[in-house]
């Protein structure tokens, strides 16, 4: 069945480091990939996304790449600030479903 | 002001009973979703309803049996509760009739069963 594979589990940086997140999904079908932020006690929220139409996508610190043909798609992040720890979801979708990679915990030590 | 919310936030409950967790959506979205997130984080889609329809039934068990009054609201009802069912339960919505629209998530209903 469809799959999202997301690298690493965990990551720490110190602050003012970039974070790249990497995400490869299974299903050629999925056209839309969009990246969520969930901080403690709280429901994820969108911070960037990316259609199978572009190869790049930046919105200030936050910049989101798209490889269709290798199906890879990556989260990159710029000098970090301990606000952008939490929990980091890549996503791919095709059709009604959407399939979430497992999570990226995000430390940014100040 | 909030877009999506589910009541309530925490649901401490015995094993067997039966309960029902309510989300509504102010921002006019045609979709709405059911997550279950595990202790993992893993985020996995339950169902998922178009107006009123119901478009995605993942496997899950028949004692869980969502229900969308109208395109605002969509419940979810969970009988005889078991000790997996512990897990952190999130409503969201979308525009439109594919999933290929940023989905507006509640902050979470965190189930547990003693």
């Known amino acids: 069945g469809e799959n999202v594979e997301q690298h690493p589990s965990t990551l720490s940086v110190q602050e003012g480091d970039s974070a790249v997140i990497k995400c490869t999904y299974s299903d050629s079908a999925s056209n839309y990939f969009p990246w969520y932020k969930q901080e403690l006690g709280k429901g994820p929220q969108l911070i960037i996304d990316?259609?199978?139409?572009?190869g790049e996508k930046k919105d200030q610190r936050i910049a989101v790449t798209l490889n269709k043909t290798a199906k890879h798609f990556s989260l990159h992040i710029t000098e970090t600030q301990p606000e952008d720890s939490a929990v980091y979801f890549c996503?791919?979708?095709?059709?009604?479903?959407?399939?979430f990679g497992a999570g990226t915990r995000l430390f940014v030590k100040a | 002001d909030t877009a999506v919310s589910q009541t309530p936030k925490y649901l401490v409950t015995q094993m067997g009973n039966d309960k029902s967790i309510k989300c509504e959506q102010n921002l006019g979205h045609d979709t709405m979703y059911w997550y279950k997130q595990d202790s993992k984080k893993f985020l996995k889609i339950m169902f998922s309803y178009n107006n009123k329809e119901l478009i995605i039934n993942e496997t899950v068990p028949n004692r869980f049996s969502p229900k969308s009054p109208d395109k605002a609201h969509l419940n979810l009802h969970i009988n005889s509760l078991e000790l997996g069912d512990s897990a952190v339960y999130f409503c969201a919505s979308s525009q439109g009739t594919t999933s290929d629209q940023p989905q507006h998530f509640g902050d979470g209903t965190r189930l547990s069963i003693l």
């Open positions: 996503a791919a979708t095709g059709g009604f479903k959407t399939i």
């Open positions: 990316i259609r199978s139409n572009v």
